[in-house]
């Protein structure tokens, strides 16, 4: 599992969507510590997914909510669990289960804060990439809220250092992203240890048929809350092309020459074609990356930091690589083989047209694979759209598909102290830059990765290298 570390630069917060006329918290049986420290957070009234879902679940309610990004949903499940707490009881009562590191942090940050009513409520965040020993020894202390990621709390699960038995509430969050990062083993392992009792809370952005499944299997006759403002089937747009086996490969660059996403992810079957595949896009001069499962751990996190932050322009994997990344939100997503799996098919296209944006799902099939195709037909229950090669021309610029970052490695990490907010200080005040010209800065243990703006990638290397970074000189390379 690999969870890289993504220094959040000046990040703009998602304003919080509470209508001025929203129904105020007061309405809620809600305690009156609970209520004053919501004032003292500046929560006036509540966002339209909390005053449909909250009287809900402080009821007892089984729950299945879905909202749109930044519309309150930690409030929405955090509320209900804490009210349910009992702070001297020193044995894990709630469960929050989360995509991602980053994500498992920020919830528990706000669970924090709105936990604050009441005295030492103990939240704990186990995920991967951290180390087993400190997690046991904090649960060993005891929690009362954990706040994990499928992957780590399996690991917990399977060594018993996790004790679910005083568990009352189980929150799956994003739970599509969950899904399509393929942790849907880990999530019914998890669920599969939690006490019958309990009361379950999903929320989701999207309502995907994984979701459905999930719910059937695990919810007891859960209420549904949808927030329909916005919604609209999902934004992804499937192609086929009918290929011969011996085009396949080529047709990959003929499409990204046509469409000209900035982030593909292409998926194939084997590992073998993953390397053929991006042999060929570099020799087009298409920045191309390989992930697959025999990489080190160190460069798969260096591939997946350069995708991340758009210095690269396609991603070629296999699905067992693709596993667990939260590698969402793509502008396409290339089916360099048809997969005999429909579920895995299903995965794959889901990880373009997320949230607001629209994403190209293009597969590639010969004519041998069309029972393969016959058989998405059906499970989608559409027919799928079929496009001919000839109709992809390379589009009028005539230069190749460029991603719009580099990345540029500073050889100094966390190991010496630097921070993102250093090299994003070396780059703007020091040597000029405007902070849009600056993309992500990943901080690892010896290195620290800064995307910058490709048209100012070589004034950037320069400037760092006879420049200073946190008051030292450092070496740093384009990767
Ligand atoms: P979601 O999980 O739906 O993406 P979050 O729970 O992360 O959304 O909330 C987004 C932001 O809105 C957070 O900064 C949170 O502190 C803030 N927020 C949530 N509820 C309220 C509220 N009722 N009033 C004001 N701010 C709120
Ligand atoms: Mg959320």
Redesign the pocket.
């Known amino acids: 599992m690999t969870e890289p570390t993504t220094a959040p630069v000046p990040a703009p ?2 304003p ?1 969507s ?1 209508a001025a006329d929203g129904t105020p918290f007061s309405d809620l049986p809600l305690s009156p510590a609970a209520l004053e420290n919501l004032q003292r957070l ?6 339209p997914i ?1 005053a449909a879902s909250l009287p809900l679940a402080l009821a007892g309610h089984d729950l299945i909510a879905q ?1 749109k ?7 929405a499940f955090a509320l209900p669990l804490l009210a349910k707490l009992d702070a001297r009881r020193f044995a894990v009562q709630a469960l929050v289960l989360c995509p991602t590191r980053e994500l498992a942090e ?1 919830v528990t940050q ?1 669970i924090r804060r709105l936990a604050r009513a009441e005295d030492n409520v103990k939240v704990l965040t186990l995920c991967g990439g951290a180390t087993m020993r400190p997690q046991i020894a904090s649960l060993a202390h005891g929690a009362h809220i954990v706040v994990g990621t499928p992957g780590r709390l399996v690991d917990h699960l399977a060594r018993e250092t996790l004790p679910l038995d005083a568990l009352n509430t189980l929150v799956l969050d994003e739970a599509d992203r969950m899904l399509d990062m393929g942790f849907a083993d880990e999530i019914a392992y998890v669920i599969e240890r939690c006490p019958r009792e309990r009361q379950t809370l999903l929320f989701s952005a999207t309502y995907p048929p994984g979701v459905t499944k999930l719910a059937q299997r695990f919810m007891r006759n859960p209420r549904q809350v949808t927030l329909a403002e916005r919604h609209a089937a999902t934004k992804i747009r499937q192609r086929f092309y009918e290929v011969e086996n011996g085009q396949r490969l080529q047709a990959v660059g003929r499409l990204l020459e046509h469409y000209r996403p900035v982030s593909t992810l292409a998926f194939c079957n084997t590992r073998q074609r993953c390397s053929e595949l991006a042999t060929l896009l570099q020799a087009q001069g298409i920045v191309a990356l390989e992930l697959h499962g025999e990489l080190e751990q160190r460069e798969r996190d260096q591939v997946l930091v350069q995708f991340a932050n758009r210095s690269c322009s396609v991603l070629v994997a296999t699905d067992v690589a693709a596993r667990g990344l939260d590698i969402a939100g793509l502008e396409a997503v290339i089916n360099v083989d048809v997969t005999p799996d429909v579920e895995v098919h299903t995965h794959r296209v889901g990880r373009t047209g997320r949230a607001d944006e629209a994403g190209w799902a293009f597969s590639l099939a010969s004519r041998n694979e069309m029972e393969r195709v016959a058989r998405i037909e059906r499970m989608q229950d559409t027919e799928c759209e079929w496009h001919s090669l000839d109709e992809l021309t390379p589009s009028a610029d005539p230069q190749p598909l460029r991603p719009p970052m580099v990345t540029l490695q500073i050889l100094g990490g966390r190991k010496d102290k630097i921070r993102p907010g250093d090299v994003l200080g070396a780059l703007t005040k020091d040597l000029g830059f405007r902070a849009d010209q600056i993309g992500k800065i990943n901080v690892s243990e010896f290195s620290t990765c800064v995307a910058v703006a490709r048209d100012s990638a070589r004034d950037a290397l320069r400037g760092l290298n006879e420049g200073k970074v946190k008051g030292k000189t450092v070496k740093v390379r384009r990767m």
């Open positions: 917060s998602p919080p509470a500046g929560y006036q009234r509540m966002t909390q909202a990004t930044g519309s309150g949903k930690t409030a920020q706000e």
